[in-house]
């Protein structure tokens, strides 16, 4: 199958740190992945869209200076949650798109990562 | 842009029962529908996709139809069982590599033991 591993699973911090995210394709390559927050019993807000070796594009109402996105190869690209503050805390999901073969286009998610800010 | 809608938001249902999920879209473009299922504390896990050269599909207890015409798409469970319980997620998109997915709003699932 597609596999796709986050990192951290959880994390705390303290307000006004920075947190990265990471999410790996592990099994396949992703020319696209996305990015989605999720807030407790609610659908995933799509946050950006993330293509390998160009910059993202952030959905209306995302600040792109306070989640910067890097795809920096086929297989990963980080979510980095600049100067945190306790709104911020959620869980943040990633996923990537098959490039290539069959299942093109087929999303498959991430674990997520369980953001709190103290 | 494309919406999806998705009904009920809650759903209970004695388990060996059915449950019926539905979605309706609005991008007559949209041509490929995942469905996803997600546990507390995970991400969501494909389980069943379909796309619009077919009507209906398939896997073991699982089975999902597609209307093109009305622009609805159906979960359907059989044999419901207490591992089905979970939050279930419908989506539309146009299929391609870079394409982005809308989700409907969720239906959360619970079998009745």
């Known amino acids: 199958g597609a596999v796709v591993s986050q990192h951290p699973s959880r994390v705390i911090c303290k307000s006004g740190t920075s947190v990265k995210i990471e999410c790996r394709s592990l099994d396949f390559q992703a020319t696209t992945m996305f990015w989605y927050r999720q807030f407790p019993k609610q659908s995933l807000m799509l946050m950006a869209t993330s293509n390998e070796g160009s910059k993202a594009t952030y959905e209306q109402g995302v600040e792109k200076d306070k989640f910067l996105i890097n795809h920096a190869s086929l297989t990963l690209s980080t979510l980095t949650v600049t100067s945190a503050h306790p709104e911020d805390s959620s869980f943040y999901i990633c996923s990537g798109n098959r490039a290539l073969g069959r299942s093109l286009g087929t999303q498959y998610f991430g674990p997520g990562t369980r953001l709190l800010v103290l | 842009g494309e919406n999806v809608e998705q009904h009920p938001s809650t759903l209970s249902v004695q388990e060996g029962d059915s449950a019926v999920i539905k979605c309706t879209y609005s991008?007559?473009?949209?041509?490929?529908f995942p469905w996803y299922k997600q546990e507390l504390g995970k991400g969501p896990q494909l389980i069943i996709d379909i796309r619009s050269n077919v009507g209906e599909k398939k896997d073991q207890r699982i089975a999902v139809t597609l209307n093109k015409t009305a622009k609805h798409f159906s979960l359907h469970i059989t044999e419901t069982q207490p591992e089905d319980s979970a939050v279930y997620f419908c989506a539309a998109s146009i299929n391609s590599s870079a394409s982005k997915i809308i989700f409907g709003s969720g239906t959360r699932l619970s079998i009745r033991p």
């Open positions: 991008d007559s473009a949209s041509n490929y």
